[in-house]
């Protein structure tokens, strides 16, 4: 009768522990949120350096450019990648945009719609990567239809 009490006891606790992980994990992701403004250390860009594949393409200082490439950028929320397992390197190694700021930190996304924030895998609020991909590329490449 006492061994199966402490195995049962056993099983609780386990579980129990297994419960709090999830419940602190879901708590992180909801409440851990970066914005814009955060990343970037102030608002407003005077130069941005794009870059494809760890390939620097140009570096932007034209204002109007600038201006439409953060204004895609801060129109996001950047939080916690949601999931408990991370996608594969055959998801993560796709074609790979990123914009990096004066103060060293950057902003990426994959054409899966993986998203990176200083090189972190993190998501955007509503999961909406491959769009923001598609807006992004289309500001990287003008002449892209």
Not at 1 to 25: D, E, H, N, P, Q
Request: hydrophobic share 35%; glycine share 8%; with cysteine.
């Amino acid at each position: 009768m006492r061994k199966s009490w402490a195995l049962g006891l056993a099983i609780c606790c386990t579980l129990l522990i297994v419960l709090l992980f999830v419940a602190g994990r879901m708590l992180y992701i909801k409440f851990d949120h970066e914005s814009y403004a955060d990343i970037t250390d102030k608002t407003t860009q005077t130069s941005l350096i794009l870059t494809e594949n760890q390939t620097e393409l140009a570096t932007v200082t034209d204002p109007e450019t600038v201006e439409s490439i953060t204004a895609l950028l801060s129109s996001y929320t950047y939080t916690q990648y949601p999931h408990f397992f991370k996608p594969g390197e055959e998801k993560l190694g796709g074609n790979l945009l990123t914009v990096t700021f004066s103060n060293g930190n950057s902003i990426g996304v994959n054409v899966d719609g993986y998203v990176f924030v200083n090189g972190d895998l993190r998501d955007i609020e509503g999961s909406r990567g491959q769009e923001f991909y598609h807006k992004l590329y289309l500001l990287f490449y003008p002449n892209a239809k």
